[in-house]
């Protein structure tokens, strides 16, 4: 894993597990939800399911959910269960909490467990399947879509469905993350959610969302996922796609690098080399971890991230490589359905706590352990393959997706292949609307290509006005929501005056003004529809060459706004790495290139950068260089007594030995009580910079530096280094006398970040 990799998913496993609780859970959706669960059963015409022991198991229905008195003696589960009932009752005002039970030792040896039905089980070629994503047909997408906007209307339980839903995740923290019953509570959770879209429609089922495919890909910012057809606009608030409609807004800011993306051989080490189950879950929910940082936004903050349907996809897939593993469990003689924990767990992650928040199956509170039993797969649902191709077969199965021949994997394709494709006479069409004197492009109707081509609006209005990608295809789409004109035969009335006119000179009529003969207009209509579009200019979208800013959601526990936060300047230090080599070459006496290095590392070497041009540090994710020198290093702060999460990027020349940059890091203001933060800079290989902290009381002209893991503490005793906005950050810095040339102060910056490869990362 990478540095990022790693510090990310620790901090954020320690946000979620110390945050504020902002919300309550409502009664009214719990009762919802566990009337999906009753209907469920119904609809697959299964048996009650009954908890027996260490076994689920499906039989006869009976009276109630608990044995009979003058039944055989109760198991232990059963008796627990019983106890649970006598102190726990569901009422309007109540719901299941965190179970006070001792906890239970698994040093012992767990029975085998089983999953039985009182009729021949499903098969796995029986059980419908959750597909990839860009694996959907256009129909299966549409109406997975109109699903979760049917729910989101959909006001019988409050807010609405799909709120409520996700309001459900939170409160989780203790239960569904940090520990073995991750990924337990998520395939419960899953399948509820699954559950209320078959509400909608039953044909609907919950799609997984394949990273690997975008990871693969050169930019994977670009993917087809984030545009219209699919999931809307990739960065700031979500205006576009299916869901672009939504009052409540979903927030974005994607990533331009890959680092917190897992590859396609990061994932095939996860599966075939984890020793156990214990080490594959814990691994598997830090990989998971990625992903939400990757988007950013509203996927970042635990409490909002099932806010955007990528959420619930993200952990479809989390969930099928779960599954992929188990399978190999069981091909290896292994039971996974042995819950994996040790005494040392938290009482969250015992085998025998209550999953929080989620409802009861016929009664029964399921467990932890029962997250682990295998018929959840075995009765509700199976996960089709990943899509693949090789040389011998290089199709994906999908119009999204690309066969990289030289890797032998599908890659996702970009953003432009969600464009829709444009004809000839969509160009001129374009063209036209724009030339109308008239403002709207309600009155303008399709015209035969004939008269498109040939004798266009005479008003030259656009004629020397640039079209931009978003006004082109803007106008395209509404044109195409007009209505289509047929059009009609030439009538006998133009064809008269055809037939009257003398024919002159190439078979016109030789009278200013009349149309040639049929002949002639026929010929000029099939030129016209052979006009390829390659010749003709179709406006491209253009893209920030280094990504567009972090939008941050400015949160501090459960509430929002930068005036809750203050900036501190700090400074990045970046040592050129990497054997790379600039195409801007010295040049011999004898006017030849010398090819073989760059002008920027002729000369005598820095004393403090002898490993100029040294690998960085491996950690199984190339790391690529701009040609252009730039180099980008991602700068966070992670609360540490208060939930708060700032990113932002700087800019660096890896052309020079050393290149620097200052700016400026949010944080929660400390003028209440003081601020406890982790700061952190990588780079876009995913490598850590060191944090190194000013040191006063030092009488020296220069300044002095420690170095520390990130971890700091900022009051308002002393000196100030901080400012309530950005710009008043940058003039605690920046000094310039009238007509002299601004300089830093830099006795300001109290954090600089030296990104040095050839040491191991900060924490080691």
């Not at 996860?270 to 929910?285: A, G, N, P, V, Y």
């Not at 901080?722 to 008043?728: A, E, F, K, L």
Request: overall charge positive.
């Amino acid at each position: 894993m990478t540095d990022e990799q790693i510090s990310t998913t620790c901090l954020l496993e320690f946000l979620w597990l110390n945050r504020q609780i902002c919300d309550t859970i409502s009664k009214q959706t719990f009762d919802w939800l566990a009337s999906l669960v009753e209907k469920s059963q119904q609809r697959l015409n299964l048996t009650p399911l009954h908890v027996s022991g260490n076994s689920i198991t499906r039989s006869k229905p009976q009276t109630t959910m608990m044995s009979q008195p003058g039944s055989s003696t109760p198991t232990p589960l059963k008796r627990y269960l019983r106890h649970r009932k006598k102190r726990q009752t569901l009422t309007t005002t109540s719901l299941p909490h965190l179970p006070t039970e001792p906890r239970l030792s698994t040093t012992t040896t767990q029975p085998q467990l089983s999953t039985t039905t009182s009729r021949p089980q499903t098969t796995r070629t029986q059980l419908r399947q959750r597909k990839e994503y860009r694996m959907l047909t256009d129909k299966e997408r549409d109406d997975y879509h109109q699903a979760i906007n049917d729910l989101k209307r959909d006001t019988s339980v409050l807010p609405n469905k799909y709120d409520a839903l996700a309001e459900h995740h939170q409160k989780t923290s203790e239960t569904a993350h940090g520990g073995v019953a991750f990924g337990g509570w998520h395939r419960y959770y899953l399948l509820l959610y699954e559950l209320a879209l078959q509400e909608m429609n039953p044909n609907v089922m919950l799609p997984y969302w394949d990273s690997t495919l975008d990871s693969s890909m050169d930019t994977p910012k670009d993917t087809v996922i984030f545009t219209d057809k699919f999931l809307g606009n990739p960065n700031g608030n979500v205006t576009s796609g299916p869901f672009g409609h939504w009052e409540r807004k979903i927030q974005r800011s994607l990533h331009k690098d890959t680092s917190l993306l897992i590859t396609k051989n990061e994932l095939s080490l996860l599966i075939h080399k984890s020793k156990d189950q214990r080490e594959f879950m814990s691994t598997l929910e830090m990989h998971h971890n990625g992903p939400h940082v990757w988007i950013g936004g509203t996927m970042v903050d635990v409490d909002s991230a099932p806010f955007d349907p990528v959420f619930y996809m993200h952990h479809a897939f989390i969930d099928c490589m779960w599954e992929r593993y188990r399978v190999l469990e069981k091909q290896r003689g292994q039971n996974p359905e042995i819950y994996p924990s040790l005494k040392s767990d938290s009482p969250a992650h015992q085998p025998s706590t209550v999953m929080i928040n989620l409802p009861p199956f016929n009664g029964v509170n399921f467990t932890n352990a029962d997250g682990y039993k295998n018929f959840w797969t075995e009765t509700y649902y199976s996960c089709a393959p990943q899509p693949s191709c090789s040389v011998h077969s290089p199709e994906c199965g999908s119009k999204w997706l690309e066969c990289d021949i030289f890797t032998e994997r599908c890659v996702s394709k970009g953003s432009e292949a969600a464009l829709p494709s444009v004809t000839p006479s969509d160009v001129f069409r374009v063209k036209n609307a724009r030339d109308q004197t008239s403002p709207t492009i309600h009155s303008l109707t399709t015209t035969p290509p004939a008269t498109q081509f040939g004798p266009i609006s005479s008003q030259p209005t656009s004629k020397n006005k640039k079209i931009t990608a978003e006004d082109f295809f803007s106008t395209l789409k509404s044109l195409k929501k007009l209505p289509t004109n047929v059009p009609k035969t030439p009538s006998p009335r133009i064809r008269r005056s055809i037939m009257k006119g003398k024919t002159g000179q190439n078979g016109g009529t030789g009278m200013p003004g009349r149309l040639s003969s049929p002949s002639i207009l026929v010929t000029q209509q099939q030129q016209h529809k052979m006009l390829s579009i390659d010749g003709l200019k179709i406006p491209k979208f253009k893209k920030p060459c280094c990504g567009h800013p972090r939008q941050n959601t400015f949160r501090i526990d459960c509430k929002e706004g930068t005036d809750l936060w203050v900036f501190v300047p700090i400074k990045v230090v970046n040592l050129r790495h990497g054997n790379i080599v600039y195409p801007s070459y010295p040049v011999n006496s004898e006017g030849r290139r010398l090819n073989s290095s760059d002008v920027f590392s002729v000369g005598q070497q820095l004393s403090f950068a002898s490993n100029l041009q040294s690998e960085a540090r491996s950690k199984h994710k190339p790391c690529s260089y701009d040609k252009s020198g730039m180099f980008k290093v991602k700068i966070s702060s992670y609360g540490l007594n208060y939930y708060g999460i700032y990113e932002d990027t700087v800019f660096l020349d890896n052309r020079r030995t050393v290149s620097t940059e200052i700016s400026y890091i949010g944080i929660r203001n400390p003028e209440q009580r003081e601020t406890k933060v982790f700061v952190t800079a990588v780079d876009e290989c995913g490598i850590a910079c060191q944090p190194m902290i000013l040191v006063r009381g030092y009488r020296t002209h220069h300044l002095r530096y420690r170095k520390n893991i990130g971890a700091i503490e900022i009051t308002t005793n002393g000196h100030q280094y901080h400012s309530d906005t950005y710009r008043g950050a940058e003039s605690l810095v920046w000094k310039a006398d009238q007509f002299s040339v601004p300089q830093p102060d830099e006795s300001k910056i109290p954090i600089v970040f030296v990104c040095d490869y050839r040491s191991k990362n900060p924490w080691s």
